[in-house]
């Protein structure tokens, strides 16, 4: 026997109460490798909390889903968000074998527009 | 007998000569599936005949190729590259069974930086 968890969207942390004094960069959504749905949930559940800006944070092969993210969200969901910012960067990794290795990385910022 | 073609950079047409006239729309590099080191090829060519700005356009997976076109190209072949502008959005695409589906697309465009 073994408990369900329900279907939660565990890579944005729920923000403990819904306050429009929470910092701007605790709305941050890291993109892995479930469904893309799963990160659209996460950022209208900022929004639906009170957040105005959301960041989408990915790197490697992640970032086209980053994208897809945004694209869905913006076509679907929330009709006036507008894009506030993008950065692209490079880390370094170390793989198990300790081969260091560069990753690329997209940080996409998006917001509601004012008066919505 | 089949020719054998040299492997050049083909997503990238080569300017017919290397004019500053030469309409910043035209520096396109289209990225696909080939080793990301061509797309990197296709662009420097287009610094090497003048041009001061290149747009890398992607579409689904082929985006965090783009981007990591992009930062190969910054950090070991052109140091003083500047983002310029990076635009996304969605393209509807026809399979080959008639089937509809979005496709996340990607545009960006990096510049020298002036004075170099």
Redesign the interface.
Known sequence: MTEEKPATPETAEKPKAPTEARRAEDNVVFIGKKPIMNYVIACLTFFNTGGRQVCVKAR?????RA??T??LLR?SFVKDLG?VD?K???EEVTGEDGRRS?V?T?E?TVAKKEGS
Do not use: C, Q
């Open positions: 490697g092969r992640a970032i086209s994208v897809d945004i694209e076509r894009l993008i692209l960067g490079t560069n690329s997209i996409i």
